[in-house]
């Protein structure tokens, strides 16, 4: 069964406070993806991991950071975090650059 | 800089009517355009997708029309159903990511 996890589905922190985010997936891919989604603004992509320890930047990685020890398994971290990072975060996962991705149910964000 | 622009915002159609959903974009050298499908609490799933060397792709009621010589395409969702009620997301493909667009929210009333 091909699926993309996200944990926590719902995550509520204080401004400056580190947040973890978790993203698993069962296919094996070599690429995944974080995205952030706004209303009015689409999805936006904050990191792509190739593989395993190969991480590039995105359109807005400033505020975040990622890691991915195994190919299943990549994380988003925030340190510090701040109101302006309250969000929806998509995690993605696909076989190559940009072709058909799948997409976790998302993790909703509060900053206070 | 929106390098990939959908129009309108939101859409209502009544059900058994076409929608259409409109995207341009700027850079001639995107080859591949997916169009992802998003319902309320759940993550964006590829609905349909159309290469630059085609003009047209169907699948079942979804249609995808594309203009390369303009950089403009459409979707259009024929006999539309309450069920297609989502926001829907035109991409383009540049270099190793996807380009969102972002997103035309379609309600379809029974």
């Known amino acids: 069964d091909m699926k993309v996890t996200q944990m926590p589905r719902y995550l509520i922190k204080r401004m400056g406070e580190n947040v973890l985010l978790e993203c698993g997936q069962d296919m094996s891919h070599e690429t995944m993806y974080w995205y952030r989604q706004d209303p009015g603004l689409g999805l936006q992509l904050i990191y792509i991991s190739y593989d395993v320890d190969s991480n590039s930047e995105g359109d807005i990685p400033k505020g975040y950071r990622v890691s991915r020890k195994k190919r299943e398994h990549f994380s988003l971290i925030l340190d510090s975090a701040k109101t302006n990072q309250t969000s929806v975060y998509f995690c993605?996962?696909?076989?190559?650059?940009?072709?058909?991705?799948?997409f976790g149910p998302g993790t909703r964000l509060t900053v206070l | 800089q929106q390098q990939v622009r959908q129009s309108p915002q939101s859409l209502t159609v009544w059900e058994g009517e076409t929608a259409i959903l409109n995207c341009s974009y700027e850079d001639s050298t995107f080859n591949y355009f997916p169009w992802y499908q998003q319902f309320p609490g759940e993550g964006p799933a590829l609905l349909i997708s159309?290469?630059?060397?085609?003009d047209k792709k169907e699948d079942g009621r979804f249609t995808i029309f594309f203009n390369k010589r303009e950089k403009k395409l459409s979707l259009h969702i024929t006999d539309s159903q309450p069920g297609d009620s989502a926001t829907y997301f035109c991409?383009?493909?540049?270099?190793?990511?996807?380009?969102f667009g972002t997103g035309t929210t379609v309600s379809v009333s029974p």
């Open positions: 159309i290469s630059s060397v085609s």
């Open positions: 993605a996962s696909s076989w190559d650059w940009g072709v058909e991705q799948y």
């Open positions: 991409a383009a493909k540049g270099g190793r990511a996807l380009i």
